[in-house]
């Protein structure tokens, strides 16, 4: 009949969508931005709302099935570190029914940390931050890592900025705040982080290296 190719196209394309996210969430990461997306599509509630900053972030999570009943937003107009994070607090703010995540890197996050003083902040907010302590997206661009190197840092990404982290500005803002540097134990704070009940906003500062995002990089663009 007419409806039977479409229906077994349809069911193919499941099929080898499901086998790509198996495929994908096996795969063992070093401590970066992938893997905590990989444990974030895990436990990130249903009907919650994502709010993703765009290009390493952005492409990290599209490496991952989320539950049909997240809603997931990426502000690509925002391109970069153009007023990410309130592009999410003023949607979080409008959607306090609903538990509502953050995924940013800190160039992203630090351009625009002000907005976590807005009185309206509620504990219906939830942010990470990856800090790997510049704009990563540089080093992951073979076009300018590899004839500048470490230099990358210096002339464009702006390494070595914020060197404190986030926690003192997090907990100024009435933020709990939750921090790491190690792939250990990573699974069950992603884990807590998402179910936990806080009566507050919450802010996890994740620490990652150069060397770590793109060996994770490699390892998820390898067949």
């Not at 895990?42 to 919650?48: G, L, T």
């Not at 992951?140 to 070595?160: H, K, M, R, S, W």
Request: hydrophobic share 40%; glycine share 8%; proline share 3%.
């Amino acid at each position: 009949s007419n409806s039977s190719p479409k229906k077994i196209c349809i069911n193919y394309y499941k099929e080898v969508a499901e086998q790509i996210n198996q495929i994908n969430t096996e795969k063992k990461l070093p401590l970066s931005n992938m893997l905590v997306c990989k444990y974030l599509a895990k436990y990130i509630p249903k009907n919650s709302i994502l709010n993703v900053s765009i290009l390493n972030s952005l492409r990290c999570i599209n490496f991952f099935e989320l539950d049909k009943s997240i809603e997931s937003i990426c502000n690509v107009g925002g391109f970069g570190i153009d007023g990410q994070v309130s592009t999410f607090i003023g949607h979080a703010i409008s959607n306090k029914e609903k538990l509502n995540f953050g995924l940013f890197g800190d160039l992203a996050f630090f351009y625009d940390m002000n907005i976590l003083g807005n009185i309206h902040i509620g504990k219906n907010i939830r942010i990470i931050l990856i800090n790997n302590n510049k704009g990563e997206e540089f080093r992951l661009n073979p076009a300018l890592d590899n004839p500048l190197g470490d230099l990358t840092d210096v002339i464009i990404a702006a390494g070595g900025h914020y060197k404190s982290g986030a926690q003192a500005w997090a907990k100024a803002c009435g933020f709990e705040y939750i921090t790491t540097n190690t792939a250990d134990g990573l699974e069950e704070k992603i884990k807590n982080f998402c179910n936990n009940m806080y009566d507050k906003p919450v802010l996890f500062e994740i620490k990652t290296i150069d060397i770590d995002e793109k060996q994770a990089i490699s390892i998820m663009t390898r067949t």
